[in-house]
């Protein structure tokens, strides 16, 4: 991502905007007559917005054409200073939409009329919409891939000490886990996934494991050797990175991030139908979102150790695949009964957590498109939070409403588990009833993390959401990381 952000905390001259051709002005609501004398074309825009009618704060962006000679394509929007940070997001990603056809290699952004924190909030969520938007994901058309436009963003009335470093790494970590997110199974198999990794980790020195088939067969891993087997190349496995912070001062508190990587989910021996099973690819999503925070973590080089445990494979359809009424044995000698084979990331997950948990970290936080039940019950605009420590929810719930990636508590009681038990093994995989399958699987997973880590689980319904989410342009949305520097960086939770 070579994007250049430049800033300024004087207003733009007339000279400065007719040089442009493409701008983006955030002004208060209501507007005040002596900030508007202040900007340029600020009585312009004043005009359109009476033009189209707009006396209240806007939802979309009011678009003009500046009268000067380049006919400066401009759009603008006035809102309250309290605007929540998903509406502020969302209206920012119509902003920068504005622009999409106009290819614009530089645009400028003006941010007026704010105290010094509101307007520093808005101009970090119009660079958040700015960046998300900036880097093309991949495509297989005939025509050559669209190459990256934006080349710099001109950011006038603020100019910060931080220079938005952790907003561009964000959007780094973010783009990583979308542009992995929507390749074609066939180009991304377990093993093309691993190569990929191998890459990303030697340029960001940090240590590989890989603990595929014959490891995962010495550690009893059962649970996730049963959605495996049935795969003609025995390529899935565990990849598990460490980032290492460097100083003295390196806390020991150690982070663990687990992704569930489904390359491919065909719902196996419970063969899904084809509406259901169109989009699957998609179902590694959890593991590249883990990847992107893991790099969005080092790109601000905290000084906390990371972890990042992807469990990668297909669910495949065949001779060998697992079915229900199986008894499989997790790594952590937990017996399984098989009810249905579509409940395969659950299994690939409780190996995984289990193993990792043995490394006794302070945290655990695990990712996944795990349940249809959590989109049933949330849709496509909020995802899923469970956690093992109810003293967590408020802090959970809070960081989706400041970061604009929105977030639902779900009860996590024992008595749940009365669904789940098992005449004949410790435990059912899920239940055959329907209806609250998100929170099975919750309980399901949390027996698996051991040696007291907290343990948050996030549920990824809004995963996939059509239009775009918040700040995010497309319909992928790489939904969580930055949720979760929310939750390390302001919430401080560990």
């Known amino acids: 991502m070579n994007v250049k952000l430049q800033q300024q905390t004087k207003m733009p001259g007339r000279q400065q905007i007719d040089r442009l051709a493409n701008w983006i002005f955030l002004l208060p609501h209501p507007l005040k007559p002596a900030e508007l004398n202040k900007l340029p074309y600020g009585d312009a825009i004043a005009a359109r917005r009476k033009q189209v009618g707009n006396d209240k704060p806007d939802r979309k962006p009011v678009v003009i054409d500046l009268p000067n000679k380049n006919g400066s394509h401009a759009a603008a929007a006035c809102v309250k200073a309290d605007i929540s940070s998903f509406e502020l997001l969302t209206l920012a990603r119509k902003l920068v939409a504005v622009h999409a056809d106009y290819k614009a290699r530089d645009l400028g952004v003006v941010v007026h009329g704010f105290d010094v924190r509101t307007t520093e909030r808005i101009a970090e969520a119009l660079v958040a919409a700015l960046l998300a938007s900036a880097v093309p994901l991949p495509q297989f058309k005939g025509k050559p891939k669209a190459k990256q436009e934006l080349q710099k963003i001109l950011l006038f009335g603020i100019k910060t000490k931080h220079g938005f470093t952790r907003t561009l790494a964000e959007a780094e970590g973010n783009t990583l886990a979308r542009s992995l997110s929507v390749l074609p199974s066939n180009m991304l198999t377990p093993a093309d996934y691993l190569k990929r990794v191998r890459q990303i980790a030697r340029e960001n020195y940090w240590r590989l494991e890989f603990y595929g088939v014959k490891e995962l067969k010495k550690k009893k891993a059962g649970a996730f050797l049963a959605v495996a087997q049935g795969s003609p190349t025995a390529d899935a496995g565990i990849v598990r990175l460490r980032y290492t912070p460097a100083g003295r001062r390196a806390r020991k508190d150690k982070l663990i991030l687990v992704g569930k990587g489904i390359c491919y989910d065909t719902g196996g021996t419970n063969l899904k139908t084809a509406n259901y099973m169109f989009g699957m690819h998609e179902d590694m999503q959890g593991s590249a979102v883990a990847l992107g925070t893991l790099l969005a973590l080092t790109r601000l080089k905290v000084d906390f150790p990371v972890?990042?445990?992807?469990?990668?494979?297909?669910?495949?359809?065949?001779?060998?695949?697992?079915?229900?009424?199986?008894?499989?044995?997790?790594?952590?000698?937990?017996?399984?009964?098989?009810?249905?084979?579509?409940?395969?990331?659950?299994?690939?997950?409780?190996?995984?957590?289990?193993?990792?948990?043995?490394?006794?970290?302070?945290?655990?936080?695990?990712?996944?498109?795990?349940?249809?039940?959590?989109?049933?019950?949330?849709?496509?605009?909020?995802?899923?939070?469970?956690?093992?420590?109810?003293?967590?929810?408020?802090?959970?719930?809070?960081?989706?409403?400041?970061?604009?990636?929105?977030?639902?508590?779900?009860?996590?009681?024992?008595?749940?588990?009365?669904?789940?038990?098992?005449?004949i093994a410790d435990i059912k995989q899920c239940s055959r009833e329907s209806g609250q399958d998100q929170i099975l699987a919750a309980r399901f997973l949390q027996r698996f993390v051991k040696n007291n880590a907290k343990w948050i689980h996030i549920d990824l319904s809004s995963s996939r959401s059509k239009g775009g989410l918040a700040h995010i342009p497309t319909d992928t949305t790489g939904f969580g990381i930055r949720y979760t520097l929310n939750l390390l960086l302001d919430k401080k939770i560990i």
């Open 307 to 423: 972890e990042c445990w992807m469990a990668l494979a297909m669910n495949h359809i065949g001779p060998k695949a697992y079915k229900p009424n199986d008894v499989v044995t997790a790594a952590d000698g937990t017996t399984i009964e098989v009810v249905h084979t579509d409940a395969e990331g659950r299994m690939v997950l409780c190996d995984t957590l289990a193993l990792a948990s043995r490394e006794k970290p302070k945290l655990i936080i695990d990712y996944a498109t795990l349940t249809g039940a959590c989109v049933y019950a949330l849709g496509t605009a909020y995802s899923g939070i469970f956690s093992n420590d109810d003293k967590l929810l408020p802090t959970l719930v809070q960081a989706g409403r400041d970061s604009g990636e929105r977030v639902w508590p779900f009860p996590l009681d024992e008595d749940f588990d009365k669904l789940i038990e098992s005449d």
